[in-house]
């Protein structure tokens, strides 16, 4: 950790995997965190411990050195976040994103086994307002897309489960959750959208208390014409 990054009052928990000189920052956040606190009162459980500014997207650690949030994990899904040091980083970011020119791999490992090996999955899916966030298939609903990979799968557990690839190539709150769930293969320790009595049954045979849901890996092209690649396994990889 440089000089910079030691004035950052990350999270004890938080990861740094990269800091690229550019002012790009990736980081690996692990479940149970918030990409940034909602109040006062929950800045102790965001990975980075200070005020945020919802209008510039930045933690306000001192009036000369924000560090802006460019995306965000729900609390369950852990993985790679990517943050900036600098506005115009940010900008160059921010574009980046909505050109949907950075590539985001996760990993889940969800209940059953797909019929297919790869599968783009499309929905249309609508969220609804309020205190608790819900997002359901809808044919009013804002298209959703992801392509989806087997990796590997068994049968020898109490029931049948999967480890698969998914790349988001839109970004709609709870979209892989939703997808994998209407799909008949709810993401494992997932407490809205999920089996529950699986879940049980995970916690008890494996000892898996958390949703399995991780951003793995995360592919930045660079203002230099370069890709920054960032990778992270999840831990649950190896339960299957």
């Not at 479940?31 to 940034?36: A, F, T, V």
């Not at 990979?149 to 790349?167: A, F, N």
Request: proline residues 7%.
């Amino acid at each position: 950790m440089n000089e910079s990054e030691k004035q950052i009052p990350w999270h004890p928990r938080i990861v740094i995997k990269e800091h690229h000189s550019c002012g790009i920052l990736v980081i690996e956040k692990p479940p149970g965190l918030l990409s940034h606190p909602n109040d006062k009162k929950s800045i102790h459980q965001s990975i980075i411990q200070a005020p945020f500014d919802s209008k510039t997207e930045a933690f306000i650690i001192n009036k000369k050195n924000p560090i802006f949030l460019n995306n965000r994990l729900d609390s369950p899904t852990s993985g790679l976040i990517v943050l900036s040091d600098s506005q115009k980083c940010k900008q160059y970011l921010d574009h980046l994103f909505k050109e949907n020119k950075i590539t985001k791999i996760y990993y889940a490992l969800v209940k059953g086994i797909p019929h297919s090996r790869e599968a783009i999955w499309q929905d249309r899916l609508q969220t609804s307002k309020g205190k608790n966030l819900r997002t359901q298939t809808s044919r009013s609903g804002i298209p959703s897309k992801t392509e989806m990979r087997l990796i590997k799968s068994t049968r020898k557990t109490p029931i049948p489960i999967s480890l698969i690839e998914l790349r988001p190539l839109t970004g709609r709150t709870h979209q892989l959750r939703v997808q994998a769930a209407s799909r008949k293969m709810p993401i494992l320790g997932d407490g809205v959208y999920g089996d529950f009595k699986m879940n049980r049954l995970l916690e008890k045979s494996s000892q898996i208390n958390r949703l399995c849901l991780h951003a793995r890996e995360i592919r930045i092209p660079l203002p230099n014409q370069e890709c920054l690649t960032v990778q992270t396994k999840a831990d649950f990889e190896n339960s299957i």
